[in-house]
């Protein structure tokens, strides 16, 4: 899990919509194991982007993304998961 702060503005939500591939660079690249990500399926497959624009569900717990993420990721590691919902208490 990544945490970004900055202020309002600052372009933190535009960087990990990049970074994940939700949304093409304008200029320059971002690889992951010497692949670019933007519609490369692979590299999509191991990356989570929470971008939530609705707080409808501002109740719902790190754990409950996690479950639902977890369906959609044929190469989610169920294990590392579990450490994190320990560790955090959710």
């Known amino acids: 899990m990544v945490g970004l702060l900055g202020r309002n503005g600052a372009g933190k939500t535009t960087l990990l919509s990049i970074l994940t591939a939700f949304q093409q660079a304008s200029n320059g690249t971002v690889t992951l194991n010497n692949e670019t990500t933007f519609e490369n399926e692979h590299a999509v497959e191991q990356m989570i982007f929470v971008r939530d624009h609705n707080f409808e569900y501002e ?32």
């Open 59 to 90: 109740t719902e717990k790190v754990g409950d993304y996690i479950e639902t993420y977890a369906k959609f990721r044929p190469n989610f590691d169920h294990d590392y998961a579990s450490t994190i919902k320990t560790v955090s208490g959710f």
